[in-house]
Structure formats: structure tokens, C-alpha cells
């Protein structure tokens, strides 16, 4: 199975920074992957899909890159809806599997 | 407007079983796979199990496989999760989400959820 390492766990950042997330795919996933945003109670958000490509409506801030093995998400300048959980996920397989997550809270 | 509902969930005691259903709305359902994906209390997300359109493939992450049986009903626009031999690790909010339409990105739609808690 394709296992995904997601770095940091957690982050701390104020409003206006720039901020990225790392996925590390175990084999190579091609583009299949995408990021997602969840807030305490809600069910999750897709905001990038083919690792580069933005959701429609999700605010242009929010950008994807990476192929094969690593992957970023960039929020490039942070709003206070913004801070969340967000979750990577590949789906080259039909196993798919989620990064840990990474928590990203106001300093 | 795409809508995903789940029910089903509760209280049942570990060994029991349960049946979530999806109730789904707002584009062709036949058309697409389907997703069970679940999130335990205060940990992250993890896929859970999917089904191909005509339900002629199905797959399941390891920690469920032999207990938890996906299905669907097009005709209803239903989703599916049987389980059984539950445990307390079980214990998550279960959410049904569109997955892909043919070798394209999965989960752009979600249900609220459903909390599934496996307890004595």
C-alpha cells in the first residue's frame, strides 16, 4: 500500500504569512493527489485535485504543486479562515490513503 | 446541488453490527464511484472503503476487510456500509463522499457525517 508523510503536523502562523505543506508519497502516485481543508465539526473541503489544479471557488491564495513522490500545498498569504486542518490524499491506487494531517493555528 | 446524506449511525455494543446509508442527490449517481471515509474522535481522516459504479469492484482499507461490506442500490441513489464485529476502534464519524467518474479526482462532495461510537 502507498503510504503519505505529511509535514509538519502542526504550525503556527499569523495572518499574511506564507505557509506550505509537504506530502512525501512512499512510491510514485503521478499526480494523483489532492488537499483538503477541514474545520472542527464540518466535513472536509477539497481545494486542490491532480495535485495542481484549484477547486472552483476556493480563493486563488491556495496553490498545489509537486509530482511522483512530493507535493505542496502554498497558502501564500494567510486569512483568519484559513486556519484549519488540512489533509493531503493520493488516489493512484484504488487503496486510497490520507496524510496525518497538519494543523495550522493563529500565533 | 449535489447532496450526500448519511444514517444510520448510534450506539451499538462492541461485536454488534450496523448499516449506514447514504442517500444521494443532485447529479447521476450510477455514474461515479462511491467512498465511505471515516474520521475517529480527535485523529485524522481514513478511507475506509469504495465501490465502482455497477458494483462490480470493491475495496477496503485492511483494518476493516472481512467485517465491513460496501454496496450500493442505483435505482435508490443509495450508499451503503454494512458492519459487523465492531470495535471500539470502530468508533468514528462516518462520511460518504463522491469519489472519481473515470480515473479522475475523488471526494469534491461530502456528507455531515454520521458518528458510529462502539461501546459497552
Known amino acids: 500500500d502507498i503510504q503519505m508523510t505529511q509535514s509538519p503536523s502542526s504550525l503556527s502562523a499569523s495572518v499574511g504569512d506564507r505557509v506550505t505543506i509537504t506530502c512525501r508519497a512512499s512510491?510514485?502516485?503521478?499526480?494523483?493527489l489532492g488537499w483538503y481543508q477541514q474545520k472542527p465539526g464540518k466535513a472536509p473541503k477539497r481545494l486542490i485535485y491532480?495535485?495542481?489544479s484549484l477547486q472552483s471557488g476556493v480563493p486563488s491564495r491556495f496553490s498545489g504543486s509537486g509530482s511522483g513522490t512530493e507535493f505542496t500545498l502554498t497558502i501564500s498569504s494567510l486569512q483568519p479562515e484559513d486556519f484549519a486542518t488540512y489533509y493531503c490524499?493520493?488516489?493512484?491506487?484504488?487503496?486510497?490513503?490520507f496524510g496525518q494531517g497538519t494543523k495550522l493555528e493563529i500565533k | 446541488e449535489v447532496q450526500l446524506v448519511e444514517s444510520g449511525g448510534g450506539l451499538v455494543q462492541p461485536g454488534g453490527s450496523l448499516r449506514l446509508s447514504c442517500a444521494a442527490s443532485?447529479?447521476?449517481?450510477?455514474?461515479?464511484?462511491m467512498s465511505w471515509v471515516r474520521q475517529a474522535p480527535g485523529k485524522g481522516l481514513e478511507w475506509v472503503a469504495n465501490?465502482?459504479?455497477?458494483?462490480?469492484?470493491?475495496y477496503y482499507v485492511d483494518s476493516v476487510k472481512g467485517r465491513f461490506t460496501i454496496s450500493r442500490d442505483n435505482a435508490k441513489n443509495s450508499l451503503y456500509l454494512q458492519m459487523n464485529s465492531l470495535r471500539a476502534e470502530d468508533t468514528a464519524v462516518y462520511y460518504c463522499?463522491?469519489?472519481?467518474?473515470?480515473?479522475?479526482?475523488?471526494?469534491?462532495?461530502w456528507g455531515q457525517g454520521t458518528l458510529v461510537t462502539v461501546s459497552s
Open positions: 463522499a463522491r469519489d472519481q467518474i473515470m480515473d479522475g479526482d475523488p471526494f469534491d462532495y
Open positions: 443532485g447529479f447521476t449517481f450510477s455514474s461515479y464511484w
Open positions: 465501490i465502482k459504479q455497477d458494483g462490480s469492484e470493491k
Open positions: 512510491q510514485g502516485i503521478r499526480n494523483d
Open positions: 491532480a495535485a495542481s
Open positions: 490524499l493520493q488516489h493512484n491506487s484504488y487503496l486510497y490513503t
